[in-house]
């Protein structure tokens, strides 16, 4: 089929439109962070008042110090556990249970969050009367998310899986290797890219969710998006978009070093593979 000069142009319109309807609020979200207006969405000259308030606000910073506390601590939780849960599933398609164990991995991403947090809400408050722990607070919060975050690290680590070439481990367990060494020395190596983008869809799912942690936080243990939550019900200010704004610009830098990082290694993968090809 050949594009016609008016089906390209619609294209590009409807392209233009799409990406301006997904970035331009955040761009006036930034441009709004240096108004001088008390109002989040007024203009009244160039500031950086509310980036100076920024710094002097301690409610904010010990809820985004909460919210990265709990959100690294959720993503290698989840990274650890996806992992095996999508090793389990791929390398070993048949073991009774299976279905059942698929089943319940995968139940986080269809139910509703808040079913999923008033049902650990109450296993929690369950537990904590017949052990007495854990209370209400970081941990639960924790445990909370990383149930989320293993969901979704799972489903990107069994593609990853799914998708390599198993000779690459029959290989070296015909080279002598043992399976914890096949894991470690081949496996693992091969699907460094897909842990690390489980690691950072379940960082920024944890550090961006409300509805399980307003469920599982306790005193002392509130996070960043519940103090913004809180405040909205009030009125907000231009210190949230001064928030928002080195959110957005310190996730940039770290998608695009992460993405250089991976680029590179891809290539440099490539290259050995090529040499050893042409050694051989």
């Known amino acids: 089929m050949i594009a016609t000069p008016a089906g390209r142009w619609t294209s590009r319109i409807w392209l233009s439109l799409g990406f301006a309807f997904l970035y331009l609020p955040i761009v006036a979200l ?3 962070s240096f108004t001088d207006s008390p109002v989040p969405n007024v203009w009244a000259g160039f500031s950086l008042r509310w980036y100076h308030k920024l710094i002097g606000d301690d409610e904010i910073r010990e809820g985004l110090f909460v919210s990265l506390r709990i959100a690294a601590g959720t993503a290698t939780g989840a990274v650890l556990l996806g992992t095996l849960a999508a090793f389990a599933l791929e390398r070993f398609p048949r073991f009774r249970g299976r279905t059942a164990f698929a089943g319940m991995v995968s139940a986080p991403l269809v139910m509703p969050e808040v079913i999923v ?3 650990l809400l109450l296993m929690l408050v369950s537990a904590q009367r017949v052990f007495g722990f854990p209370e209400r607070g970081l941990t639960t ?5 990383m149930l989320v975050g293993m969901a979704y690290a799972t489903v990107v680590i069994g593609a990853r899986l799914r998708d390599l070439n198993p000779q690459y481990e029959e290989a070296a367990q ?3 290797a043992r399976p914890l060494q096949v894991f470690f020395l081949v496996t693992l190596p091969m699907i460094a890219e897909s842990l690390m983008a489980a690691w950072l869809l379940s960082f920024t799912l944890s550090l961006d ?3 399980m942690s307003a469920f599982l936080s306790g005193p002392g243990s509130t996070t960043l998006p519940l103090v913004i939550f809180s405040r ?5 200010d231009p210190t ?3 928030l928002a704004t080195v959110v ?12 250089y990082l991976i680029a590179a290694r891809e290539r440099r993968r490539y290259k050995e593979g090529q040499a050893a090809l042409a050694g051989g």
Do not use: E, K, Y
């Open 174 to 176: 015909d080279l002598g």
């Open 209 to 211: 969710d409300v509805v």
């Open 232 to 236: 909205a019900r009030l009125g907000l």
């Open 141 to 145: 919060i924790w445990l909370g998310h």
């Open 117 to 119: 947090g008033l049902s």
């Open 248 to 259: 957005i610009v310190l996730a940039a830098i770290f998608v695009v070093a992460s993405s």
């Open 240 to 242: 949230v978009n001064a």
């Open 30 to 32: 930034i441009v709004f």
